[in-house]
T-cell receptor, first 115, second 108 residues
C-alpha cells in the first residue's frame, strides 16, 4: 500500500551500531504507530503519535529505543546501541486521512538483522 | 490488558474449500479489525468491523460484540489466500492489540 513508505527495507548491522528506521505516512493521517514483529512475540506496539505528539511509548522495550515525529510527514525509530535481540521486522502504520476511517494501514516494513 | 485469542492456530485447506477463522477477546472493544499477512510479509487490512457483518468478495466477517467474538469466513479458497490472518482489537485511544494469528495454507 502506498499510504506509507518505510526505509530502509532491509538493514544488516553489527551489534553496538546505531540504527535509524524511517517512515513517511500519507498526508492527513491522525495517528501514526510503530510496531515490531518477531516470531516469538508476534506484533507488538512500540509507540504511537497523534498529530505528531507521542501518546503512549509504554511498548518501547528500553532506553536504547527512541522515536520522533518532527512533522506530519516523517517519523524515525532509532536504536542505539543495537543488540542481536532487536532483530525483527519494524512496521510503521497509520489511521485517518482520506483513505482511512479508522482502519489501520501498514507500510511494508523494515527488516532489521543485528549480528 | 485485553486478551485476544485466535483459533485454530494453523489451518490447511484444499483449494476451493471454505473455512472459518475465529477471534475471541476478553473485554469490550471500540473496534475490531482483520488483517492478512501474505507470504512476503505485507500486512493488508481486510475488515474494519466493530459489530455486524461485512462482505468483500469471497471474504466476509461477523463481529458479535456482546459475546466478544468475531469470525472471518473464506469461501472457495485460493492459493493466494495463504498467509497469516490477524485479528486486532481496540480498547481505547486507537491502540490496537493483536492476536497471535492463524496460519492458513491453501494447497492446489
Amino acid at each position: 500500500d502506498a499510504g506509507v513508505i518505510q526505509s530502509p527495507r532491509h538493514e544488516v548491522t553489527e551489534m553496538g551500531q546505531e540504527v535509524t528506521l524511517r517512515c513517511k505516512p500519507i498526508s492527513g493521517h491522525d495517528y501514526l504507530f510503530w510496531y515490531r514483529q518477531t516470531m516469538m512475540r508476534g506484533l507488538e506496539l512500540l509507540i504511537y503519535f497523534n498529530n505528531n505528539v507521542p501518546i503512549d511509548d509504554s511498548g518501547m522495550p528500553e532506553d536504547r529505543f527512541s522515536a520522533k515525529m518532527p512533522n506530519a510527514s516523517f517519523s524515525t525509530l532509532k536504536i542505539q546501541p543495537s543488540e542481536p535481540r532487536d532483530s525483527a521486522v519494524y512496521f510503521c502504520a497509520f489511521t485517518g486521512g482520506v483513505i482511512s476511517a479508522g482502519e489501520l494501514f501498514f507500510g511494508e516494513g523494515s527488516r532489521l538483522t543485528v549480528l | 490488558g485485553i486478551q485476544v485469542e485466535q483459533s485454530p492456530p494453523d489451518l490447511i485447506l484444499q483449494e476451493g474449500a471454505n473455512s472459518t477463522l475465529r477471534c475471541n477477546f476478553s473485554d469490550s472493544v471500540n473496534n475490531l479489525q482483520w488483517f492478512h499477512q501474505n507470504p512476503w510479509g505485507q500486512l493488508i487490512n481486510l475488515f474494519y468491523i466493530p459489530s455486524g457483518t461485512k462482505q468483500n468478495g469471497r471474504l466476509s466477517a461477523t463481529t458479535v460484540a456482546t459475546e466478544r467474538y468475531s469470525l472471518l469466513y473464506i469461501s472457495s479458497s485460493q492459493t493466494t489466500d495463504s498467509g497469516v490472518y490477524f485479528c486486532a482489537v481496540e480498547e481505547t485511544n486507537s491502540k490496537l492489540t493483536f492476536g497471535k494469528g492463524i496460519t492458513l495454507s491453501v494447497r492446489p
